[in-house]
């Protein structure tokens, strides 16, 4: 399988806007790698586009993606859909305002999470109503797992208050591919599908020291509710049996330039940072 990181940033973008901070500055004069967008994901195999920030358009142009067949999101926080109008951009045709019809994207989604899709709305209404009408996209909703081409995709939720983030499993001739990259904790490491993968794409938690501003995370925090640690979430995928680790949601007040994720991984030996564009193949 192939995947490329079309975002590696989390909340807030890097360079963040009217922020003059080191880090920030630093990625306004450099850009890629130390430039950071919005959290997505492609796997070239089956075209798929995993979550839409509000920088996909340019991410997929960045990328020189030259198909999107099919969609899924991980969760609805802002920054995992707040471009979601991407979907209109790729697939409309304006002399009918309906879709060019080989350009309609298959939304693949796991039932708990196609029911909340209502919430996604314009002031027209329901955003996705809308699509579909329009036939700019095809919903298919699943419970478990279903097959896109030659992947086998698993759906595997992670429940916090009123809120289901998901964590999704690739399977293709024997590789797998576990995607975890926000909102995983607590992660449901009881799930044997989530074991041994060859590439575990997640998170890295929340980094103790060396923050912005000097900030200490209180006990108490709420970021503590959904993020572990740093150690935690290396701890979590040694028991796991993780043979690759990508951390991706890279966020800014974490404080930390490109050049000081490279400079940590390489205190392991299964450990990358990704950055915008980094293309892997498992």
């Known amino acids: 399988m192939d995947i ?4 590696s940033g989390g909340c807030a973008v890097i360079p963040k806007p009217i922020c003059d901070c080191p880090i920030c500055k630093e990625a306004r004069e450099k850009g890629s790698p130390y430039a950071r967008t919005g959290p997505a ?15 996909i ?20 926080d802002p920054d995992h859909v707040e471009g979601i109008r991407v979907i209109e951009q790729i697939t409309l045709d304006f002399r009918t305002w309906e879709a060019y019809p080989d350009k309609q994207l298959r939304l693949v989604l796991p039932g708990m999470l196609a029911n909340r899709l209502t919430d996604i709305q314009s002031v027209y209404g329901p955003l996705f109503d809308y699509y579909e009408m329009q036939g700019f996209v095809k919903s298919s909703r699943f419970n478990y797992g279903l097959s896109i081409g030659e992947i086998r995709i698993t759906a595997v939720p992670v429940f916090h208050d009123t809120q289901v983030s998901y964590i999704y499993v690739f399977e293709k001739h024997g590789k797998k591919i576990v995607y975890a990259p926000c909102d995983i904790k607590p992660f449901p490491e009881e799930r044997q599908e989530l074991w041994d ?34 150690e935690q979430t290396l701890a979590l995928t040694k028991r796991i049996k993780a043979k690759q680790v990508l951390f991706v949601h890279l966020e800014e007040y974490w404080n930390r330039s490109f050049d000081d994720y490279f400079d940590l991984q390489k205190k392991y030996d299964n450990v990358i940072f990704a950055y915008d564009g980094l293309h892997l193949t498992v």
């Open 197 to 230: 993968a060859d590439l575990l794409v997640i998170q890295p938690g929340i980094f103790e020291d060396g923050l912005k501003h000097d900030f200490v995370y209180p006990e108490d925090h709420i970021s503590r509710t959904t993020l572990y640690t740093f």
């Open 41 to 55: 994901a492609f796997i070239h195999d089956e075209n798929l586009l995993i979550d839409t920030p509000a920088e």
């Open 4 to 7: 490329t990181i079309l975002g």
């Open 57 to 76: 358009a340019m991410q997929l142009n960045m990328a020189n993606i030259e198909a999107v067949d099919n969609l899924m999101l991980t969760h609805l």
